[in-house]
C-alpha cells in the first residue's frame, strides 16, 4: 500500500503558487483495508475515502473503460493491481497528472512537468474524447492560468473541437455544466473561460444565449469595438478587476443578453434590449440551474444598467427612480453589486478600460441620504396604506433634490 499526493495539489506546489486542496491515491489497497485503517468511504460511483484524521480525500487507484454517452458512461476498475501509472493515464491534461511520493519524489510519467514550463495545456491521452465535461474542465484551466502565460495545444483544442461537434457535450446535466461555470467565474480571468469554448464551437451548446451576441452589431460611437460579443467578454474581464464576487461578475456576462433578440431590420439600434434580455435571463438561468442570486441580479442589471449609466445630479427624479427600482433600500448589498457590474459596463469598450464611472458615486451618496427617511414618523402624521409609499417618496425626493443641487 503506497500513497502518492496528485493532481493539483502537485501541479501548483511545482508552480510555486500556494496549495488549496491535495488529493491523494492509494495504489496496493482494497477497500475492505482502507475501512479496516479507519478511512470513511465517500464516493458512490467509485473508492473514495476520508481521511481518518486530516479529512482529505484518497481514493483507490483506478481505470475507466468508456461503456456509454455522456460523462457518466464509465465502467470504474479499482484494485490492487491498478499501478500508478495507470491511474494517471486515465486524467485530462499532463500538467494534472502528476504525482509525488512520501519522500517527495516526483512521478511524471506523462512530461506533465515539461508542459508546465512550456505554459502548455495538453491531453494525457486521446482518451481526452471520452469525456465531454473535459471541454469545460480545460476552458476552466485556460481561465485560471491564463495570466500566467498558458495556452491550450493546437491538438488538444482540435479534440475539443470534436467533441463539440459529437454532440455529447448536450449529455451533461444542468447541475455539471453550471458548476463548472460557476467555479470559471471565480477564477482569474473568467471571459478565457468562454473564448475557448467559442473558439471550440462548444459555446452554443453551452450558453447560447452569449454565442448568439457575436456579430451583433453597436454604434461605433458607443462602442469602439461595435461586436456585442466582443463587447460582452471586454465587459466580464473589467468586472473581474473590479470585483472578485462571481454573482457580479455574472451579471457583467449577461447584461446585454437581450441585443440579440433585437429585429435584425432595426441593427445597429438596439433599444428595448432591456426588457428582452430579462425575459432571457429568466430561461437561461432557469436552464442551466444558475442560482436565485445570480438570477436576480443578471436580471436587475439587464433592466436598469443603462438607467445607471445616465444617471445626473440634474434629475434627482430619475436618480430616485433607479433606486427605487432597484430595491436599493431593501438591499443595499445588492445594489453595490449592480453598481460594480454597471461600471463594468462601462469600462467594457475599447479604449475606455481607464474611463471614470461618477454615476456609481452619485447613486451611492443617493442612496446613502435617502436612507435617512423612514416610515415611522409618516404612520405617526396619520397616512395609511398607499399614502405612505406616496409621502416615502416625496419625502426621499426633496431629501435628493436639495443634496444634488449641491453637488
Known amino acids: 500500500m503506497i500513497t502518492y499526493l496528485v493532481g493539483g495539489a502537485v501541479r ?3 508552480l510555486g503558487i500556494p496549495v ?3 488529493d491523494w491515491v492509494v495504489v496496493g489497497a482494497t477497500q475492505a483495508e482502507m475501512l479496516d485503517l479507519g478511512y470513511t468511504q465517500v464516493g458512490k460511483d467509485f473508492p473514495v475515502f476520508l481521511h481518518p484524521e486530516s479529512r482529505e480525500e484518497y481514493a483507490l487507484a483506478r481505470t475507466e473503460r468508456k461503456t456509454g454517452q455522456g460523462y457518466k458512461g464509465f465502467t470504474v476498475h479499482a484494485d ?5 501509472e495507470e491511474d494517471l493515464q486515465r486524467r485530462d491534461l499532463t500538467v494534472n497528472a502528476i504525482a509525488e511520493d512520501e519522500h517527495g519524489t516526483i512521478v511524471d510519467p506523462f512530461n506533465g512537468r515539461a508542459d508546465l514550463e512550456a505554459k502548455v495545456l495538453r491531453h494525457v491521452s486521446t482518451a481526452f474524447v471520452e469525456d465531454p465535461l473535459r471541454v469545460l474542465r480545460v476552458a476552466r484551466f485556460a481561465a485560471r492560468f491564463h495570466h500566467l502565460g498558458f495556452t491550450i495545444a493546437e491538438e488538444t483544442m482540435a479534440l475539443m473541437e470534436d467533441i463539440a461537434a459529437s454532440g455529447e457535450l448536450w449529455d ?3 447541475e455539471r455544466i453550471w458548476t463548472e461555470i460557476g467555479r470559471a467565474l471565480e477564477e482569474r480571468s473568467p471571459q478565457v473561460f468562454f473564448q475557448v469554448l467559442r473558439d471550440c464551437n462548444a459555446l452554443g451548446d453551452i450558453l447560447p444565449e452569449l454565442e448568439n451576441l457575436f456579430g451583433v452589431p453597436q454604434p461605433k460611437k458607443y462602442h469602439p469595438e461595435i461586436d456585442t460579443g466582443i463587447h460582452t467578454l471586454m465587459v466580464l474581464e473589467q468586472a ?6 462571481p454573482v457580479v461578475r455574472f451579471a457583467a456576462l449577461m447584461h446585454d443578453i437581450g441585443k440579440a433578440e433585437v429585429p435584425r431590420e432595426r441593427w445597429p439600434n438596439l433599444q428595448g434590449h432591456e426588457q428582452l434580455g430579462a425575459d432571457l435571463i429568466n430561461t437561461a438561468c432557469k436552464r442551466i440551474r444558475a442560482p436565485n442570486e445570480y438570477r436576480d441580479l443578471a436580471r436587475i442589471t439587464c433592466l436598469y444598467h443603462t438607467h445607471c449609466h445616465r444617471t445626473d445630479v440634474r434629475h434627482p427624479a430619475a436618480v ?7 430595491d436599493a433600500f431593501r438591499k443595499p448589498e445588492r445594489f453595490e453589486q449592480f453598481l460594480l457590474a454597471c461600471e463594468a459596463d462601462a469600462r467594457g469598450r475599447l479604449g475606455l478600460e481607464k474611463h471614470p464611472y461618477p454615476q456609481a458615486d452619485i447613486l451611492r451618496r443617493a442612496l446613502a441620504v435617502s436612507s435617512g427617511v423612514g416610515t415611522a414618523e409618516i404612520v405617526a402624521a396619520g397616512y395609511r396604506d398607499a399614502e405612505i409609499g406616496v409621502k416615502l417618496h416625496e419625502q426621499r425626493l426633496a431629501i435628493l433634490s436639495e443634496e444634488l443641487a449641491s453637488t
Open 80 to 84: 490492487k493491481s491498478v499501478t500508478l
Open 320 to 326: 430616485l427612480e433607479t433606486l427605487e427600482h432597484c
Open 240 to 245: 473581474s478587476l473590479l470585483s472578485e464576487d
Open 20 to 22: 488549496k486542496d491535495r
Open 12 to 14: 501548483d506546489k511545482l
Open 172 to 174: 451533461l446535466v444542468s
